[in-house]
């Protein structure tokens, strides 16, 4: 049986967890299985996050513990540390494309259609705004017997072109609230230099994850020690 948010949603912690491992074994495969500390400094992002948490190793374990729980999330055992890995897919029962657009929503908070699209491009191509559109809608009239819909979509807001999309794995949304704090967002929409630089950041980073594991692949092959990195990655 899938997950049903309606009897046991997801915390807030325990959303952002979940996202994040779907994040990185898109972006940063070859760091993908997740140690505790990548979980946790993934959480943490001040890029590509609303809003922007500051969740600690307890906090993290016990949101993976319940996500493994629910079959949401898999610990793997090693020499060195214990990994972790979701199960998202499965573990709530849609296709890879609607798991993609949930997580995003998990990570970014309430978005369009179009943003949904512009943001995905580096975990699934989709082929036009209508493809995010109809699995949405999927989402959105998903049957009791599934566990019930997983994304509402809200009122349009004043002044917006269009309405946003929520997800519902921690439960009902407040659409009202949702609404007011749209309201005091800053004039622009989330058009601003600022948001506009956040999606090149996460490029940039899931760039120099790439490049960082084609050199240790390289030294690997050549014997020789890898250099050290000097910034942690996300």
Known sequence: MSFDPRTRPLTA???????????????????????????????NQKSSRDPVMQVTE?????????????????????????????????????PDQSAVLLSLLMLRGPQTAGEL????ERWHRFADISSV?????????????????????????????????????????DASALAAAAAHAPADGGGGSGNALAPRVAALEAEVAQLRGVVQQLCRELGIAAPEATVSPP
Not at 61 to 79: K, M, T, W
Request: hydrophobic share 35%; glycine share 8%.
């Open 117 to 120: 699209r512009i943001n995905s």
């Open 13 to 43: 912690t325990e959303a952002r967890v979940l996202a994040t491992l779907m994040e990185k074994s898109r972006t940063v495969p070859d760091s993908y299985p997740l140690t505790l500390n990548s979980v946790v400094t993934g959480c």
């Open 133 to 173: 559109e109809a699995f949405l809608n999927e989402l959105a009239e998903r049957s009791d017997e599934k566990g019930g819909p997983l994304v509402v979509l809200l009122p349009r807001a004043p002044g917006a072109r269009e309405p946003r999309w929520a997800h519902l794995l921690c439960g009902p949304v």
């Open 58 to 94: 307890a906090e993290a374990q016990e949101a993976l513990d319940g996500l493994r729980q629910r079959s949401l999330s898999v610990e793997i055992g090693g020499n060195r540390a214990t990994r972790f890995e979701h199960n998202f897919p499965r573990g709530v029962g849609v």
